[in-house]
């Protein structure tokens, strides 16, 4: 007898994964573009707050 | 504008830092315990509360929730509060989040020893204790915002935002999986059953690990690295990347736990693939942190302080590259359910929160003492010997766990398994001595820390109110020509949580949304039927003594496990199973189908002494069970309870259910008359061998007609 998968019988259960890995890719392209987009002034301040005190 | 004069709140901090070290050495005390009981049963005591499955729960819930917890709000009280530049909110509020937490852990403990639990890993404290959690998380939460939104600071440093997600996210799990029926005070069963209840408490399980042990000690060491280096972290990009990817990635990876069961393929995928591409934000953040101290390595030669923090992310990284590696199914077919587990996770609580407390306490001791560390020497021996308990523990245990693991598949020429069950427990013994011994070690390192700790306190004078300045900000904030979207988030508070909360809350639902359609989508099986009442009190004794925490009720789909134990598990088995049992080692066999396997007799002698059964046994004595009387006084209630959840007992089954629980103790009875043991029929070792009997008998029976 084989694992069945039980969830074939739900039409169009593959979308699911496709759903979640096409969001974390755009999501991870956004920030990521951010990053490299981002202002060096802001950068450097943010770095340094925790020797502000 | 005018500079403002504040005072920083260390007396808080100092708090959770003298309860971070109090737990810690309680909760690894009960570690050491457990681990000893592994190698000598008789420090079980024959009694109830000391038994293992009661003190293991202890343990993983002190070292979690007391040592880690409190390590979590100390570094969050300190670091904040410099980091936005404002004291905490409201002293009461802190006060009453102190104690509160205090509390919770003085209610977990009690009620564990005395077996009160859910029966699900990591979240087995009853509802009333569920609640008080949430009660306190809200108050911590609402101090930390209450802080944040008076902040001095306009920027939110990378540290904050991971206090964020995690009080969030903490928030959402804790509620999601908690979700039960009371029955009692002090009973109350899981709102899902089999295969959903696996998956909302892997869900949470994974999380927990994520949200509680990760984290909110990366933020904690992105601020604690660069301020004990006194240089910032390498690169704030990166940390910014890591945050989001580490947030977004890590709610999805929970059905890694799961793998090989009985939950739907295309769960299972989805959290290789996503425990797979985990490695990428972890290693960035390791990488970053020891970036940060490129250049200045001679500073971590003599601070024990940084070395302390160069093996947590050390150990970090080794953790979560291993992590993925267990979810690929290949490995996971060798490593589940054996010790490699119990190895991987004590490199992360021991390596990675271990040793980031340790720093983060001789850190802040001596500076709110306002003196130096009592002694230099001692530190470094509690950070070698320390180094030295996690080798000696970890070591053996992986070796362990593979020499199981192949011991469990090794088949003979003939086909024949080749090791008795029994044959693989008492080949680990020289494997849990030397644990036991690392785990000594371990100890001993924070008794150190505790007593140099206790003496640089006694040297110090105590600062509880620090003054500092800062500029208020401005009212009318005229952003930088070139402002950005991520910005908009990063000054407000309110957007990040709630960005936060969105991302998290996606890989939540598109696990979940397919998870509550499963339910009408399991193939029920005509003949799995709801326990009978003496069953089911059986099972609740079963889940009291923590059983679970040796024994797994789940037959993977391998040759080896199907020639061990019988017909692997389908989901349809568990529907009735509320909560699900399926444990997530296997110290002991498998017992999802032991029912019919001895007669009654063997049972009860098991119960008396196992090793009268089993010679080189290491399970405890459990000889209350024939001394007790069985509780009937909540089996209405369970019953009505079971039928709002769903389960398909008769209508006015509840009344009758006394009557039918008495019919069948008397037959259980008579059966171990048979074999000269004489007992009352009302003893709780009654239902327990009821229960038992019942495992797997359902499917016995139509698989005989169904094999192909």
Known sequence: MKFINYLQSISGIGIFPMISLFMFFTFFALVTIYVFKADKKYIEHAKNVPFEN | ?708
């Open chain 2, 1 to 708: 504008m005018e500079i403002e004069k504040f005072q920083y709140d260390n007396k808080t901090v100092k708090w959770f830092a003298y309860a971070t070290i109090i737990w810690g050495l309680v909760g690894m005390l009960g570690g050491l315990i457990i681990a000893l009981q592994l190698v000598f049963p008789v420090l079980n005591f024959d009694t109830a509360y000391t038994t293992y499955g009661r003190v293991r729960p202890i343990h993983t819930n002190a070292v979690i929730f007391a040592f880690v917890g409190n390590g979590i709000f100390m570094g969050v009280y300190y670091s904040l509060q410099r980091l936005v530049k404002a004291r905490m909110f409201s002293d009461l509020l802190s006060k009453i989040h102190f104690w509160g937490w205090q509390l919770i852990i003085v209610l977990a403990a009690a009620s564990l020893a005395l077996g009160k639990t859910t029966g699900k890993e990591y979240a087995e404290l009853e509802w009333p204790i569920d609640i008080l959690i949430t009660l306190v998380w809200v108050v911590f939460g609402w101090n930390m915002f209450g802080t944040i939104l008076r902040r001095r600071e306009r920027h939110l440093y990378v540290a904050i935002w991971f206090y964020i997600a995690t009080f969030v996210t903490v928030a959402m799990l804790h509620i999601v999986n908690s979700i039960e029926i009371p029955v009692t005070l002090f009973k109350s069963y899981s709102y899902y059953a089999g295969v959903q209840d696996a998956l909302v408490q892997w869900w949470y399980g994974h999380n927990a690990v994520a949200f509680f042990l990760t984290t909110p000690y990366l933020g904690l060491m992105y601020y604690f690295i660069p301020k004990a280096a006194n240089r910032p972290v390498y690169s704030y990009r990166l940390s910014i990347i890591h945050f989001w990817a580490l947030i977004f990635l890590y709610i999805w990876a929970g059905p890694h736990h799961l793998l090989y069961t009985a939950v739907p393929d295309w769960a299972q995928s989805l959290g290789v693939v996503f425990s797979v591409m985990l490695i990428a934000p972890s290693w960035g953040g390791m990488i970053n942190g020891l970036l940060t101290l490129r250049g200045a390595w001679d500073k971590v030669r003599d601070d024990v302080v940084l070395k302390f923090l160069v093996v947590a992310v050390t150990a970090y990284g080794m953790a979560t590259f291993e992590g993925p590696m267990l979810s690929l199914k290949s490995v996971n077919a060798v490593a589940h359910f054996t010790d490699w587990i119990v190895a991987h996770v004590h490199v992360g609580a021991l390596g990675w929160n271990g040793f980031l407390t340790f720093g983060i306490l001789y850190y802040l001791i001596p500076k709110m003492f306002q003196t130096n560390l009592y002694s230099k020497k001692l530190a470094n021996m509690h950070f070698w010997i320390g180094t030295l308990g996690i080798l000696v523990y970890a070591i053996p245990m992986y070796w362990a766990g593979f020499m199981q693991s192949s011991m469990w598949k090794d088949f003979t020429e003939e086909g024949q398994l080749q090791w008795q069950f029994l044959d693989t427990v008492t080949r680990m013994m020289p494997f849990y001595a030397a644990r036991a011994l690392g785990g000594t070690l371990y100890l001993v390192g924070v008794i150190i820390m505790t007593y140099n700790l206790f003496k640089t306190v006694a040297i110090g004078k105590f600062l509880p109110n620090e003054d500092a300045e800062a500029m208020p900000l401005s009212e009318n904030y005229t952003p930088h020509s070139k402002d950005h979207w991520h910005r908009w988030i990063e000054r407000k508070p309110i957007q990040l949580l709630v960005v936060s909360l969105v991302v998290v809350a996606i890989g939540g639902i598109i696990e979940f949304v397919p998870t509550f359609l499963v339910k009408s989508n399991i193939p029920t099986i005509a003949s799995v039927k709801p326990y009978t009442p003496l069953e089911l009190e059986g099972r609740d004794i079963y889940i009291r003594e923590g059983c679970y925490t040796c024994h797994s009720q789940m037959i993977r789909p391998f040759r080896s496990e199907v020639a061990r134990y019988g017909e692997y598990s389908k989901a349809g088995e568990f529907v009735y199973d509320h909560p699900f049992q399926w444990g997530s080692k296997r110290t002991g066999p498998d017992l999802v189908r032991v029912g019919g396997k001895y007669p009654d007799s063997w049972h009860y002698n098991h119960f008396i002494e196992p090793t009268s059964m089993s010679p080189g046994s290491i399970m405890p004595t459990y000889t209350w069970l024939l001394d007790d009387d069985l509780d009937v006084s909540s089996l209405k209630a369970k019953i009505k309870a079971m039928q709002t959840l769903g389960v398909p007992y008769p209508d006015g089954f509840a009344e009758m259910a006394e009557a039918s629980l008495r019919k069948q103790s008397q037959e259980i009875q008579a059966n171990l008359k048979k074999d000269g043991i004489e007992t009352s029929s009302e003893k709780e070792v009654i239902a327990m061998i009821a229960y038992l009997q019942r495992l797997g008998k359902d499917i016995k029976t139509v698989s005989v007609n169904n094999t192909k």
